[in-house]
């Protein structure tokens, strides 16, 4: 936030406009009836020759329905999240919203000024310095020269790439181009943001920082519309969000209905492949998530030392005798660090058949600061149930000891 | 603030959009790009830019004034076919440039909502900047060669204006057609090579027999080189309107750049709301 320090006056000036202007608003965007098909010709013909020796080939095509009658309304300051599989069309429904794309049927209106990028870096030249590159993708992005360059400083201190500026971006790393463009993102002077998968990047502190400025856009009466895989990332910033289908909307819900639904289609996907037997079809899982004593809120931080629990939500769809339940917790190098498991306290007992239960392990949280993932998983008579890296987990402690796990000890030197 | 706020119809993709100085800001900032990365990428950049007609030229000039000695009749033969490469070099980089623009743009085009005119513009831009470097080379070497200022050197932005037109007019039209044919850029390199040979380049128009003359000059290309040798070269040569007998049939040339522009354009917005979902 330090970086935005003389940008919050105006921004904060600019938020209570917006309030002022909110009563009786229309929705930041409105989507009503939007349809998109591509064509897909049974024979295509990419050149000029093979049209003119097939001048009678059918034109026959298949129509793929990648969007079907999607209505929706986002209110001002609202952060939308549009969650589905790969190929459900999210992506294409983004394009049109951004106009990338035109729709066949239906209207998408927007109030205010649309970000034009739906994705980080766009424009960005390997042969030109980062300095350049910034200059560029701010006039991309709508700013003047003159504004581009005022704000130049905010960017580069923002991406802390200042020893950096002068280097051809060809020789940047990844991670540092990702934070470069998020940088030059932010600057932005949009009242609606179109954000495709970005928060994917960086490492655990850039990510705090991007979270930082979405938190400000958000105070500032943005609206932002953000297409994800990521179920935490939803959880964690959107208001509402979006579940889309082939092509439909299956749910427009709170984001906590909206992860499990999302969690339900891809489990249901699962079902149908190899893993049936696996899985058995005895009880699924239908969440993960993470909390402290005597609070039901969700968290995705934790401190070192403190309590937590780590809970899971099953539904069972046959009666089951004694099932054991897990929660696994990985590291970012996807090791298995820590597993809590119900059979090394006994039984647990008999379910029947549509009962829904939460299971709940609670522990001191001596893991090494680092962010893990909870994966629950649950045996009945042979065969298992799991459902991968439901919830994140982000340990922060004051000191970094370099192991994998922090108990506490104490120190002792004896003299012999 | 409110009247910002007021709902506007997001369409589809458009290809020059409303807002006059950001079209004007992209063009100028994607030209500019591609041609610092071009030229100032290495010391040599400038040179590296002269390198590709000041070689061909080179070429040319020894086999055509000393080997098969050509250009005899001609005065200032050296100058005109190093101002006339130039120009056509001008053409060619415009035309085929614009051809693949759309295709090599292909991430900005799925990934940003813009003018979609942009980019065969923005190469056309480029072309002009490069011309300007080229255009300084020629003028010294024109100098050097007893070829002097004249009122008449005037002409010159008029005849660039309409070679670029004609450019501009190809670009739009290739680079729409190239995302779905791919194989009109090998086609067009081969109109190239015509256009080249087919133009007084490496002759002059006099030398034509004269019933051949007047059909060449239906090509905007010899006009503009025809006019550019009595403007700029030699006030002693024929200027198109001498050329072409009555004045009428200039038309036929400039209908073809008008044509040529026209269909362009009206080509391009055609395609313009798919471009990118063809890519």
Known sequence: MLAFSHLTATASDRAAERTRALAGAPPAVLVDGLSKRFRLPHQQY?????????????????????????????????????????????????????????????????????????????????????????????????????????RFDQVIEFAELEEFVDLRLKNYSSGMTVRLAFAVAVQVDADVLLVDEVLAVGDASFQQKCFDQFERLKSEGRTILFVTHDMASVRRFCDRAMLIDR????????????????????FGAVAHGDQVAESGGQARILDGWCSEPGSDERIDEHMQ???CIASMDVQFDEAVEDPSFAITFRNNMRHTIFVARSDTHGPTGHFEAGERVVVSFAFDNWLAPSR??????????????????????????AHRSGGVIDPPYEVEVTRT | MSGRLRPANVGGPFAFGDDFRRFWALT??????????????????????????????????????????????????????????????????????????????????RKMRFPRMVIPLSVALTALFNLGMNLIAVLVFALASGVYPRWSWLQVPILVAVLTTLAVGLAMLLSALYV????????????????????????????????????????????????????????????????????????????????????????????????????
């Open chain 2, 28 to 109: 100028w900032t994607l030209a500019t790009t591609d041609f610092k990365v071009r030229f100032f990428g290495s010391a040599l950049g400038y040179l590296w830019s002269l390198v590709r007609p000041l070689l061909l030229f080179g070429v040319l000039f020894i086999v055509f004034t000393k080997v098969i000695r050509f250009g005899g009749g001609v005065e200032h033969y050296p100058v005109y076919l190093l101002f006339s490469l130039v120009l056509f070099f001008y053409f060619a980089e415009t035309a085929a440039g614009g051809v693949v623009s759309l295709v090599n743009r292909e991430n900005l085009l």
């Open chain 1, 46 to 150: 990419h050149t000029l020759k093979e049209r003119a020796l097939h001048p009678f080939a059918s034109r026959r095509y298949e129509e793929l329905h990648a969007l079907e009658d999607i209505s929706i309304e986002v209110a001002r300051g609202e952060f939308f999240g549009i969650v589905g599989r790969n190929g459900s069309g999210k992506s294409t429904l983004l394009k049109c919203l951004a106009g990338i794309y035109s729709a066949d049927q239906g209207r998408v209106e927007v109030s205010g000024r649309l970000s034009p990028f739906i994705e980080l870096g766009v424009g960005f030249h390997p042969e030109m310095t980062a300095r350049e590159n910034v200059i560029n993708n701010a006039i991309m992005l709508g700013l003047t020269r003159k504004q581009a360059r005022t």
């Open chain 1, 247 to 266: 092509g439909r909307i299956v749910d427009v819900s709170d984001p906590a209905s909206i992860s499990s639904e999302y969690r339900e289609i891809n």
């Open chain 2, 180 to 279: 779905r044919y791919r194989d009109i850029s090998p086609i067009w390199e081969v109109v190239q090579q015509l256009l080249f040979y087919g133009s007084p380049i490496l002759y002059v128009l006099s030398f034509v027999p004269d019933n051949f003359e007047k059909a060449m000059l239906a090509n905007p290309l010899a006009v503009v080189l025809t006019q550019m040798r009595h403007a700029v070269i030699d006030p002693e040569a024929p200027s198109v309107f001498e050329a072409i007998g009555p004045n009428v049939r200039l038309l036929i040339p400039m209908g073809i750049v008008v044509g040529v522009f026209l269909l362009g354009l009206w080509v391009f917005k055609r395609e313009t709301p798919r471009i990118a979902e063809n890519l």
């Open chain 1, 305 to 307: 030392g403190r309590r």
């Open chain 1, 372 to 397: 893990y993932t909870l994966t629950p998983s649950l045996a009945v008579a042979g065969s298992v149930a799991r459902e991968d890296d439901v919830a994140e987990l982000e340990v922060t402690a």
